[in-house]
């Protein structure tokens, strides 16, 4: 079974600082997936990608299949990005494996 | 737009109870999931479901069972609530398109049993 390890656990950050969360996962995957959980409990996907990377707004994903890792990056944070993000891979059509998720507090 | 609803947000049972826990999406999606989310543990899957009347057992089951009688609805039964079970609980379904499969989760609902 794949091993998901997110670092760092929590993260508090001042508000306009570059974040970056990292995930790295034990056996090959076919996609792997953000997540972002707010502290009312939903989960909203962020992205899903099997290679390169993946921009959207202020969010940047990278994935390095050979070296079984990826990063998450939000640029010019902000409070409203507080929330857990959670990295997630998967194999063909099996469910996902999740990590336990890292903490973020951006404080203005 | 909500995708996938599930019928509570915020539920309080007693130990011994039944307890229903109903997930509708509307996206025709085959896949369906229950997960459980506990501080320090993350996501654990409960059960899940590849096609209607199908299930399967995830990586924590014990005490708990499912239905799928309809392809948007996949319900998660606890048989005999427990103070153990109090905990998040998460619906997700997905559809599958080639090896992956975005996907797409309720807003939770937080059970506590007492």
């Known amino acids: 079974k794949n091993e998901v390890e997110q670092s760092p656990q929590n993260l508090t950050a001042q508000e306009g600082e570059f974040i970056t969360i990292n995930c790295s996962y034990s056996?090959?995957?076919?996609?792997l997936h953000w997540l972002q959980q707010h502290p009312g409990g939903g989960i909203v996907s962020l992205f899903m990608?099997?290679?390169g990377k993946k921009k959207h707004g202020r969010l940047i994903a990278t994935i390095n299949i050979q070296e079984k890792h990826s990063s998450l990056h939000i640029t010019a944070s902000h409070p409203r990005d507080s929330a857990v993000y959670i990295c997630?891979?998967?194999?063909?059509?099996?469910?996902?494996?999740f990590g336990k998720g890292t903490r973020l507090s951006v404080i203005a | 737009d909500v995708k996938v609803t599930q019928s509570s947000r915020y539920l309080v049972k007693r130990t011994g109870e039944k307890v229903f826990l109903e997930c509708v999406q509307d996206?025709?999606?085959?896949?369906m999931f229950w997960y459980r989310q506990d501080p320090g543990l993350g996501l654990r899957l409960i059960y899940f479901?590849?096609?209607?009347?199908?299930?399967e057992k995830g990586d924590i089951p014990e005490g708990y069972s499912v239905s799928r009688e309809k392809k948007e609805r996949f319900s998660l039964i606890l048989e005999s609530a427990s103070t153990n079970q109090t905990s998040m609980y998460l619906c997700?379904?997905?559809?599958?398109?080639?090896?992956?499969?975005?996907?797409?989760f309720g807003q939770g609902t937080r059970l506590t049993v007492v």
């Open positions: 056996v090959g995957i076919s996609a």
């Open positions: 997630a891979v998967e194999w063909g059509n099996t469910p996902l494996v």
């Open positions: 479901s590849y096609d209607v009347k199908m299930k």
């Open positions: 997700a379904s997905s559809f599958p398109q080639g090896d992956q499969a975005e996907a797409f």
């Open positions: 990608l099997s290679s």
């Open positions: 996206m025709d999606h085959e896949n």
